[in-house]
C-alpha cells in the first residue's frame, strides 16, 4: 500500500481531508442506502483525495454541488441496483472499481452491462488495474 500511496501522490495534487469532512461523506452515504467507504479506501484518501488522469479516476470527499469526483454525488447519481452492498470508488471510460461488502472485496465491473470482469482481494491491484499504471 505504501508504494501504491507514493506513486499516486507523484500523479495527484496535494490536497488535506478533514476527520469532520470524512464523517459527513459517510454519513450522506449512509442516508443514501449506499455501503460505506472501506478502511483501506479511507486511509488512501488522507493521502489522495481525489485522482484524475486522462479519463480514469479515483474519487474522493469533495462536497461540493455537482462535483464528479465526489464519492457521494458519483454514487448517488449512478445508484448501483445494489448500492447498500456496493461503493464505486473510481472509474475509467469503460469500467468501474467498485467495493462490495459482502464479498469484502474490489470489482473491476463493466459500465455498458454491469458483468464483473476482475476480482481483487486487496486495493492496490485494484487500482493499478483501473487507472492503468
Do not use: W
Not at 8 to 13: F, I, N, R, T, V
Amino acid at each position: 500500500m505504501k508504494q501504491l500511496i507514493s506513486k499516486l501522490q507523484a500523479l495527484a495534487e496535494p490536497s488535506q481531508l478533514s476527520a469532520e469532512t470524512l464523517i459527513f461523506a459517510q454519513k450522506a452515504l449512509t442516508k443514501f442506502g449506499i455501503a460505506a467507504m472501506p478502511k483501506d479506501f479511507i486511509e488512501l484518501l488522507h493521502h489522495i483525495n481525489t485522482l484524475s488522469l486522462e479519463g480514469r479516476h479515483l474519487f474522493g470527499v469533495k462536497p461540493e454541488p455537482l462535483n464528479f469526483m465526489d464519492i457521494v454525488n458519483v454514487n448517488v447519481f449512478q445508484k448501483l441496483a445494489s448500492a447498500a452492498d456496493n461503493i464505486i470508488l473510481g472509474d475509467n471510460e469503460f469500467d468501474f472499481l467498485i467495493y462490495n461488502q459482502s464479498r469484502q472485496s474490489y470489482l473491476i465491473v463493466d459500465k455498458s452491462d454491469n458483468k464483473v470482469l476482475e476480482e481483487y482481494s486487496d486495493l492496490p491491484s485494484a487500482i493499478y488495474n483501473i487507472l492503468k499504471i
